[in-house]
């Protein structure tokens, strides 16, 4: 090779070596950059619509505002819920009888008549006391009658009107203070105004306990068979409140005990308990 060929060789590389140098550095992986993110971007898969759809829905985005919304709803719902339910389980007339849902309709057709004579008589008192002439004298009677009424109601006087004779035969000893006691309950229940059981007159605050010997205490007083109730009252109410089915009598006669139950339209209660002053207790009208 000549000399003037080296020489023209020599400036060549020396051209391609400066161009070289004037290029940025940053242009080459620049370039490279850009030719892979499309390509990366073309080998990310795109997902099904039903992927993008879950992805979407979970995990949920609830605000504060919203759970505390839903929580209140729920509450809400779980209460009435309940009361539902409790209203429709609680009724005690659910699965009775025929016959004894006639004898609840009865008492309570006997309680209603009871209250609407008593609302009359009130009335009818008031009306006297309005019109009377004499109005000191009209109070005075009405109060001797109210006290007499109190007396037979807490026992302090003799009582007598129509009503029934309850006379209960037990020679095995099987009838307890808690049949006698379920059977005083029925009575009131049905009206009974006035109620002695052997020699003890029956009140508020009578208790009844299981004694020895099969006997029964009545406010501390032992009493043996045969029981005898007499019972002042409407008798067309008080003996079917006893005989209804599965009621005291059937009860009674479970135990292999006699029961008879008579009506009559005089019954004398005379059995009295001693009137009892109240140690604490005054009137606030004073």
Not at 66 to 86: E, K, N, P
Not at 169 to 182: F, I, P, Q, T
Not at 189 to 214: F, K, P
Request: charged share 30%; no cysteine; net charge negative.
């Amino acid at each position: 090779m000549s000399e003037d060929e080296n020489k023209n060789h020599e400036n060549k590389n020396d051209e391609q070596h400066r161009l070289r140098k004037e290029l940025p550095d940053e242009v080459v992986p620049q370039a490279a950059d850009d030719a892979e993110v499309p390509a990366a971007e073309a080998k990310a898969p795109a997902g099904t619509g039903r992927q993008r759809l879950a992805k979407g829905l979970w995990p949920p985005r609830v605000s504060r505002a919203q759970l505390i919304v839903a929580v209140l709803l729920f509450v809400l719902g779980l209460g009435l819920a309940i009361q539902v339910r409790s209203n429709s389980d609680s009724s005690a007339l659910r699965g009775a009888r025929q016959e004894d849902l006639v004898r609840i309709l009865d008492e309570l057709d006997d309680r209603t008549q009871r209250l609407g004579d008593e609302k009359q008589r009130l009335e009818g008192q008031r009306t006297e006391l309005e019109n009377s002439s004499d109005q000191a004298e009209e109070a005075r009677k009405q109060t001797v009658e109210r006290e007499r009424q109190l007396g037979i109601l807490a026992g302090t006087v003799a009582a007598q009107g129509p009503g029934i004779t309850l006379t209960i035969s037990d020679k095995k000893g099987a009838v307890k203070a808690d049949m006698l006691l379920d059977a005083i309950q029925e009575l009131r229940a049905a009206g009974a105004e006035a109620i002695q059981v052997n020699d003890v007159r029956v009140v508020a605050d009578t208790y009844l306990t299981d004694a020895s010997g099969g006997r029964v205490s009545v406010d501390g007083h032992k009493i043996g068979e045969p029981f005898v109730f007499k019972v002042i009252g409407k008798p067309q109410d008080l003996e079917p409140a006893l005989n209804i089915p599965g009621g005291v009598v059937q009860t009674l006669e479970k135990e292999q005990a006699t029961v008879t139950v008579a009506q009559a339209q005089k019954i004398v209660v005379d059995a009295l308990r001693p009137a009892k002053r109240p140690d604490y207790a005054q009137s606030s009208s004073q």
